[in-house]
C-alpha cells in the first residue's frame, strides 16, 4: 500500500475474534509456532536499517550471504514486527515498515532518490544458525526490499522534488514520533 506525500499512514487494527473450539485449537497452534527470537532478530535488521542510524547492519544477522545490491531500495523510518512462523529450520517474520523515500540506481549512475510515505507489510525468512539463533537469508521475501541509510549514498544523488537529506530525516523523525504518541 503506497500512500502520497503529506497523507498520514493508517495504523493497523487487529480485532479479537470469537472462535468455536475447532477454530481456536488452530489458532493455539500458531501461536506456540512463534519465534520470538526470530522476530527479535528481524527487529534489531530494521532498527540498524533505518535512516536516522549512522552505523552499518551487523553481519551477524545474516545466515546466508546476500548476493547483488537490490534494485529495490527504501529509506525506512519506523516499523514494527507483526508475526512469526517456524517450520522447521525456517521461521518467516512479517513487519509493518514506513518509509520516507524510494531510491533507485539511475542508468547514469546516480542514486535517485524520490520522497515518498510507503507502509507496507514485508516478510523475511530466516534460518536457524549453528548456535541455536536465527540469521536472516535474503532480502524481503517477493519483493526483494532493500534499505538504504540516505547519508552513506555519497556524493553521486539525485534528490528528487525538492528532497534532501535533511528534509527526508525530518520526515523520519515524524513518522517515528506519530507512532510513539500513538502507543502512549
Do not use: K
Not at 527487529?43 to 548476493?67: H, I, K, N, W
Not at 547483488?68 to 512462523?85: Q, R
Amino acid at each position: 500500500m503506497s500512500l502520497l506525500l503529506g497523507q498520514r499512514p493508517r495504523r493497523i487494527v487487529w480485532a479479537i475474534v470469537l472462535c468455536s473450539m475447532n477454530s481456536c485449537a488452530g489458532q493455539e497452534r500458531a501461536a506456540m509456532n512463534r519465534s520470538p527470537e526470530a522476530e527479535r532478530v528481524v527487529a534489531t535488521y530494521l532498527a540498524q536499517s533505518s535512516v536516522r542510524v549512522g552505523e552499518a547492519v551487523d553481519p551477524g544477522l545474516f545466515a546466508c550471504e546476500l548476493m547483488g545490491a537490490s534494485d529495490n531500495m527504501l529509506g525506512l523510518a519506523d516499523h514494527e514486527v507483526l508475526a512469526s512462523s517456524v517450520t522447521g529450520d525456517t521461521a518467516f517474520v512479517q513487519a509493518q515498515v514506513t518509509a520516507v523515500a524510494r531510491v533507485r540506481l539511475a542508468v547514469d549512475g546516480y542514486y535517485e532518490v524520490v520522497p515518498t510515505i510507503i507502509v507496507d507489510t514485508l516478510s523475511w525468512r530466516l534460518l536457524a544458525t549453528a548456535d541455536g539463533g536465527w540469521g536472516i537469508c535474503g532480502y524481503a521475501m517477493g519483493t526483494g526490499v532493500d534499505f538504504v541509510r540516505l547519508a552513506h549514498l555519497g556524493t553521486r544523488v539525485r534528490w528528487t522534488n525538492g528532497s534532501s537529506i535533511e528534509s527526508l530525516l525530518r520526515r523520519a523523525d515524524s513518522v517515528f514520533r506519530d507512532r510513539d504518541d500513538e502507543n502512549q
